[in-house]
């Protein structure tokens, strides 16, 4: 079974970077799309960004297009989250997750599908504001 843990969050004012980790234990990392979603206070949790196992296919959500960068690097089980020029309505908590072993990329119209990703990490609060 796979386990995912973010970190990398924090404060930064509007217009600043940060880069998320997400790290992961167990077997078969490599078999495993990954995605990155958010959930802001009141609001239902959204796609991000969401890469496919080899690294070859990325997507992401409009909001984020041209500031986020997504990538992984599977030898050290890890996939990362660069965000730039941060906006305060980028404030959220961020959580990555694992689509089903072998499942190609999850994405419908370039947005990450999130009911099938199925193994959650327990999220990083960003907060954008000066």
């Known amino acids: 079974q796979l386990q995912l843990v973010e970190s990398g969050g924090g404060l930064v004012q509007p217009g600043g970077s940060l880069r998320l980790s997400c790290a992961a234990s167990g077997d078969f990392f490599d078999y495993y799309a990954i995605g990155w979603f958010r959930q802001a206070p009141g609001k239902e949790r959204e796609g991000v960004s969401c890469?496919?196992?080899?690294?070859?296919?990325?997507s992401y959500a409009d909001s984020v297009k041209g500031r986020f960068f997504i990538s992984r690097d599977n030898a050290k089980n890890t996939v990362n989250l660069a965000m730039n020029s941060l906006k305060p309505e980028d404030t959220a908590v961020y959580y990555c997750a694992a689509a089903g072993l072998y499942s190609p990329l999850p994405v419908v119209q370039s947005m990450c599908v999130i009911h099938e990703f199925f193994t959650w990490g327990q999220g990083t609060q960003v907060t954008v504001s000066s």
């Open positions: 890469i496919s196992m080899s690294g070859g296919r990325t």
